[in-house]
T-cell receptor, first 110, second 113 residues
Framework: SQQGEEDPQALSIQEGENATMNCSYK?????LQWYRQNSGRGLVHLIL?????REKHSGRLRVTLDTSKKSSSLLITASRAADTASYFC??????????FGAGTRLTVKP | SQTIHQWPATLVQPVGSPLSLECTVE??????LYWYRQAAGRGLQLLFY??????ISSEVPQNLSASRPQDRQFILSSKKLLLSDSGFYLC????????????FGDGTRLSIL
């Protein structure tokens, strides 16, 4: 299965600290995406990194991709209480096939 | 801009009753459409996806079915609900092409009694 697996399952930090979440997968991918989900809501797309890219930034988000290790990380800098949510990685292959991991539950304490 | 509507937001149904959840997309044409189920505190399980009207691919055998009667309408149905059908159901759309970002509705929380 190419499904991503996030690590850790849960993360609790203080406001202002950085949060790092990791994702591992098993097969070749076209791209890898990160999503955010607030409790009881749908997922929101955050960032997409292609298989030929190694790093991407969007505001306070930094994503890295290491295809040799089949892993990705999402870094949220200077976290805020409003960043509290679950974060999912999703891997996409060259077909209409996207697989989501089980997510990391991030809690940012004010 | 594109929007996706999913309803109802919550639904409580008895075992053995039928189900119909509807999802519509506005502001885009010929989207890929998806139905997912999410168990509490877990990831998403892809149930069905569609690349066009009347074209449905099923990922998991079960007592659910999906239909796409119009380009921007996706319906999830069941003739007889089971207790195990409880969960959070999410509809999503994406552009055509492999690996496009998906855009989600706000989900339907289904409880089976």
């Amino acid at each position: 299965s190419q499904q991503g697996e996030e690590d850790p399952q849960a993360l609790s930090i203080q406001e202002g600290e950085n949060a790092t979440m990791n994702c591992s997968y098993k097969t070749s991918i076209n791209n890898l995406q990160w999503y955010r989900q607030n409790s009881g809501r749908g997922l929101v797309h955050l960032i997409l990194i292609r298989s030929n890219e190694r790093e991407k930034h969007s505001g306070r988000l930094r994503v890295t991709l290491d295809t040799s290790k089949k892993s990705s990380s999402l870094l949220i800098t200077a976290s805020r209480a409003a960043d509290t949510a679950s974060y999912f990685c999703a891997t996409a292959n060259n077909n209409n096939d996207m697989r989501f991991g089980a997510g990391t539950r991030l809690t940012v304490k004010p | 801009s594109q929007t996706i509507h999913q309803w109802p937001a919550t639904l409580v149904q008895p075992v053995g009753s039928p189900l119909s959840l509807e999802c519509t997309v506005e502001g885009t044409s010929n989207p890929n459409l998806y139905w997912y189920r999410q168990a509490a505190g877990r990831g998403l399980q892809l149930l069905f996806y569609s690349v066009g009207i009347g074209q449905i691919s099923s990922e998991v055998p079960q007592n659910l079915s999906a239909s796409r009667p119009q380009d921007r309408q996706f319906i999830l149905s069941s003739k007889k609900l089971l207790l195990s059908d409880s969960g959070f159901y999410l509809c999503a759309w994406s552009g055509q092409g492999a690996g496009q970002p998906q855009h989600f509705g706000d989900g339907t929380r289904l409880s089976i009694l």
